[in-house]
């Protein structure tokens, strides 16, 4: 203690010269010293100091939830350099948010179609060990699980398992359903006591709350344990299939949160050797992400349509809709006869909750929703930085929990559809994927050997790449961000069925595809081609959604395939030098489009101002395009080409640093010569750095402001 005081005084240089051989007056003139005003004045400086480098670490700490918006309710704009007029369709006032945004993107597609219909995707070819990328990853341990769970379930039986039964006697244990209700309730049911190697038989609910008390062999004191424990309950029966129906194929899609294909190869390589050389998995080297943050991801794979086409039960509409009134696939597999399971970690950020009004009723037959709301404490577990704890349930990762439930789902009777996504592991920090390496292998392994290759359809993906992290700033990242992970493994049964379909799926592994193939996809593996959205974008030949099983034509573009310029990977981005007139004028136009967001709540909100500019991309068209006159020949086979054309509107990228503090946007733009200036849409705005507290003054009243917003108190 000594030795911190003397420190502390020497710091603030207080006299000490002489106080060596008076330990005692030493402590006293420590006691003291604060008392003079020239002392406080030095602490306050260094308090102070101690926050700005706290901020200024703060990208290196924890990430907060990933607070992304794909949709906003504020009027679209166009921005000229100077003002931000309001975009205007006819008759807009009788239109909802969805039927503005829609047509305004349908527009923007319908747009780009003109320059890019039938040019194809050149797909990046992204070196997944490029020292670009690899020098963010880190060795992470493994987690390990303290402890030794009393209780187990499978299927639908709970017991006391072997090795505690050997150990200790005069148990007995109370069980508690963990009863859903709707997305955001649940109840506990009543005690209810099992003795020794009784069995308890889930009726109510899939999970339980269990604690019990014994007498251990080599302890006179009694050994308590309590936890939580899941299975399937017996009360599930699915309906009788249609005639002719009876055998149709299983399908399991396992998906992780965050995973790029590329990521996936450097921070799984057991796992992708596994699917490539076990499972001869096909890997979809084209597949692009369609919008921004999971559940752009999730709605097209699970409904066939995007966000914007659904009814709009975002939590900030004042209406009474939930998630119920969608197509959800589960609730068209219900209807024929399947066994339905969405499995989800992370409840407190859920694809379909967080900022959505969730279910009223459960989406699938088996959901974990009120499962995992109870055994973190709605999520409070989580916030325990540091203890590897929040990684486990139990003496189980939460990661391979859910492995194993999916294992004993595919093992229940009758026909399935599964799908599980794993976000824990993934969601913070993309590095802690390793740690289920060898895990998933095994759980592959054990699909195998029990049988599942002959009758199920497996898909593996990411739903996209990192976005809340170092590699995101690299060129490389950006990529890998619109490249999620999506692999695919045919059932034996289908190769049988149609004899050269795994050919056309690997060709087609070679051309861009996107969430909404897969949705038709798995349509076209169950027999149900009915159930496809013929939706395709005003000017193209193709629908939006192609099944993988029929050849995809490549020649097909981010336009026709319903992929925004922002998002897609494929188009030919040039950089723009910092001497061109538009490099500036870029970077203000965002900066001034954030603040006219901002207006409405001036008062509580300062004015970001540009701070720096990291890059100013500009799309442009390939040389064939721009210098295309007509057809030579009668056929059209053969073109004319003359002196290329002056490009009326281009696409713009740019990437931006604003003060005050540090904040990191990158946005795509409209910009459209003849009138000299720039349309922005928030939709087409990312924020690539956490903002922390910066909006709390607005962040109950304005949430879609949140990532714009820095408070000025």
Same mark, same amino acid.
């Given at each position: 203690m000594r030795k911190i005081l003397f420190i502390i005084i020497s710091t603030l240089n207080v006299p000490t010269k002489r106080l060596g051989a008076y330990p005692k007056l030493r402590i006293?003139?420590?006691?003291?010293?604060?008392?003079?005003?020239?002392?406080?004045?030095?602490i306050l400086f260094i308090l102070i100091l101690c926050i700005l480098y706290y901020i200024s670490l703060q990208d290196n700490l924890d990430r907060e939830e990933n607070l992304d918006i794909t949709r906003r309710i504020e009027p679209l704009r166009s921005l000229k350099l100077s003002r931000a007029p309001t975009f205007e369709y006819p008759n807009a006032h009788h239109l909802g948010p969805n039927d503005l945004y829609n047509r305004y993107i349908e527009e923007k597609l319908e747009e780009a179609l003109k320059e890019d219909k039938g040019t194809g995707c050149e797909i990046p070819k992204l070196d997944p060990f490029a020292k670009e990328v690899t020098k963010f990853d880190k060795i992470l341990p493994k987690v390990v699980c303290q402890g030794k769970d009393w209780v187990k379930c499978y299927h639908s039986e709970c017991r006391v398992t072997k090795e505690i039964l050997d150990t200790t006697t005069d148990i007995e244990c109370i069980y508690n359903d963990i009863i859903y209700i709707n997305d955001g309730e649940y109840v506990i049911g009543e005690d209810i006591t099992v003795k020794g190697n009784n069995s308890y038989v889930l009726t109510r609910s899939d999970h339980v709350k269990v604690k019990c008390i014994g007498n251990h062999i080599d302890s006179i004191l009694p050994s308590k344990w309590k936890g939580h424990s899941l299975g399937f309950r017996s009360s599930v029966h699915p309906k009788t299939p249609p005639q002719g129906r009876e055998n149709t194929l299983n399908v399991l899609i396992l998906g992780f949160d965050s995973t790029s294909h590329n990521g996936f190869v450097r921070r799984m390589p057991k796992s992708y050797q596994f699917l490539k050389d076990e499972f001869k998995a096909t890997i979809l080297q084209g597949y692009n992400i369609v919008g921004d943050g999971t559940p752009a991801a999730l709605f097209p794979i699970l409904t066939g349509k995007t966000e914007l086409e659904l009814p709009d039960v975002r939590k900030k509409m004042n209406n009474?809709?939930?998630?119920?009134?969608?197509?959800?696939?589960?609730?068209?597999?219900?209807?024929?006869?399947?066994?339905?399971?969405?499995?989800?970690?992370?409840?407190?950020?859920?694809?379909f909750q967080y900022r959505f009004k969730g279910f009223k009723h459960r989406p699938a037959d088996h959901y974990l929703r009120a499962f995992y709301l109870e055994e973190s404490n709605g999520g409070k577990k989580w916030w325990n930085v540091g203890s590897s704890n929040r990684y486990?349930?139990?003496?189980?990762?939460?990661?391979?929990?859910?492995?194993?439930?999916?294992d004993q789902f595919l093992k229940l009777d009758g026909k399935k559809f599964c799908f599980t996504f794993i976000a824990d592991i993934t969601h913070d920090n993309f590095n802690m994927i390793s740690t289920a390496d060898e895990d998933l292998v095994d759980f592959l392994r054990g699909f195998r050997q029990a049988g599942h290759l002959e009758h199920t359809l497996l898909m593996v993906m990411g739903d996209h790449g990192p976005r809340y992290?170092?590699?995101?700033?690299?060129?490389?990242?950006?990529?890998?961000?619109?490249?999620?992970?999506?692999?695919?493994?045919?059932?034996e049964v289908l190769k049988r069925e149609r004899p050269f379909v795994e050919d056309v799926l690997r060709s087609n592994a070679q051309v861009l595809t996107t969430p909404h193939d897969i949705y038709a996809t798995v349509l076209d593996v169950l027999h149900m081609r009915q159930h496809w959205n013929t939706y395709r974008v005003t000017g193209a030949d193709l629908t939006r959604g192609l099944t993988l099983l029929e050849p995809i034509p490549k020649n097909r573009s981010c336009s026709e395939a319903g992929i925004e310029p922002h998002w897609c990977a494929c188009l030919a981005w040039r950089n723009v030098t910092e001497d061109d007139p538009l490099y500036q004028r870029t970077a203000e136009a965002l900066v001034n489009y954030i603040n006219s967001l901002t207006e409405e709540v001036r008062e509580k909100c300062v004015i970001r101002t540009l701070t720096s500019i990291s890059w100013v991309m500009r799309q442009r068209g390939n040389s064939r395009m721009l210098s295309f006159v007509a057809a030579k020949d009668g056929d059209g086979y053969v073109g004319k080409f003359g002196a290329k054309v002056r490009v009326p509107r281009e696409n713009y990228q740019v990437k931006i640093i604003v003060g005050p503090s540090k904040g990191v946007y990158e946005a795509s733009m409209?910009?459209?010569?003849?009138?000299?200036?720039?349309?922005?849409?928030?939709?087409? !705005? %990312?924020? =690539?750095?956490?903002?922390? +507290?910066?909006?709390?003054? !607005? %962040?109950? =009243?304005?949430?879609?402001? +949140?990532?714009?917003?820095?408070?000025?108190?």
């Open positions: 006293k003139m420590v006691v003291r010293w604060y008392r003079f005003r020239k002392y406080q004045i030095v009474n809709g939930s998630l119920d009134s969608m197509p959800f696939i589960f609730y068209k597999l219900h209807e024929d006869g399947y066994r339905t399971a969405y499995f989800e970690d992370m409840p407190w950020i859920g694809t486990c349930v139990g003496d189980t990762p939460q990661y391979k929990l859910m492995l194993n439930i999916t992290a170092y590699i995101r700033d690299t060129l490389q990242g950006k990529l890998e961000e619109r490249l999620p992970l999506m692999g695919i493994v045919l059932p409209l910009y459209i010569a003849a009138e000299d200036k720039f349309e922005i849409n928030s939709r087409d !705005i %990312s924020r =690539t750095n956490a903002y922390n +507290n910066e909006p709390s003054c !607005i %962040s109950a =009243t304005h949430p879609h402001l +949140n990532m714009y917003c820095y408070c000025n108190d």
